[in-house]
């Protein structure tokens, strides 16, 4: 009865390659979002979906492509993978878009 | 959203009050202040949040000052498992309805000591 759930935990790949990252949350919240913390433990906010709706866009590589196919579901996408994308990514979901936001487990990518 | 200053690092003995202290002078009236803490390679969890009263929940208690320039989080018997990094944030109102994502800084290393 996980709350956040993230798929794969752990990613090793080639520079160069696509990948994708999977969150799922059961917690029947409107709103979800993808983290990025990076080596030195810094937390950031990527993007934001309500309602299916991307309501926030930080200034992202446009290599990374979230897509929600539905409000429980919040994916990332990411093309050519490059060294500096080696981070944990972080999904969260929430109850309208100012509600506390809860986290999954993360995901660690690491590019070599 | 207001900015924040926590101490890098406090340690505490098990079994004794912990109380992490946050700084948030230029906080404004409709700001909330959230706490979340990360425990070693896990997501961050929600610890609690207030406007202007001291709350109370079954992790911790968040007290915050008349004037709201600062809180404190108390976790009232500190345990080896409660060693995490812990964030105060402050965040914007939650009924304006616009996007509040939550900006985290580099928060308080606790260490519990047996």
């Known amino acids: 009865d996980t709350a956040v759930s993230q798929t794969p935990k752990y990613l090793v790949t080639q520079m160069g390659n696509d990948k994708s990252i999977k969150c799922e949350q059961n917690?029947?919240?409107?709103?979800m979002y993808w983290y990025k913390q990076d080596s030195k433990k810094f937390l950031k906010i990527m993007f934001s979906?309500?309602?299916?709706?991307?309501?926030i866009n930080e200034t992202v590589p446009n290599r990374f492509s979230p897509k929600s196919p539905d409000k429980a579901h919040l994916n990332l996408h990411i093309n050519s993978l490059e060294l500096g994308d080696s981070a944990v990514y972080f999904c969260?979901?929430?109850?309208?878009?100012?509600?506390?936001?809860?986290f999954g487990p993360g995901t660690r990518l690491l590019v070599l | 959203d207001a900015k924040t200053t926590q101490p890098p690092s406090m340690d505490c003995a098990e079994g004794r009050a912990a109380n992490l202290p946050c700084n948030h002078s230029?906080?404004?009236?409709?700001?909330?202040v959230y706490w979340y803490r990360q425990i070693h390679s896990q997501g961050p969890q929600y610890i609690i949040h207030?406007?202007?009263n001291n709350e109370t929940n079954e992790m911790a208690s968040l007290i915050i000052t008349e004037d709201r320039k600062s809180s404190t989080l108390i976790l009232p018997h500190a345990t080896l498992r409660d060693t995490a990094v812990y964030y105060c944030?402050?965040?914007?109102?939650?009924?304006?309805?616009?996007?509040?994502?939550?900006?985290f800084g580099s928060g308080t290393q606790l260490t519990v000591l047996p």
């Open positions: 969260a979901s929430s109850l309208g878009r100012g509600g506390t936001q809860y």
């Open positions: 917690l029947g919240h409107d709103t």
């Open positions: 979906y309500n309602n299916k709706e991307l309501i």
């Open positions: 230029t906080i404004s009236g409709n700001e909330y």
């Open positions: 207030g406007l202007k």
């Open positions: 944030i402050v965040r914007g109102s939650i009924s304006s309805g616009s996007a509040r994502q939550l900006t």
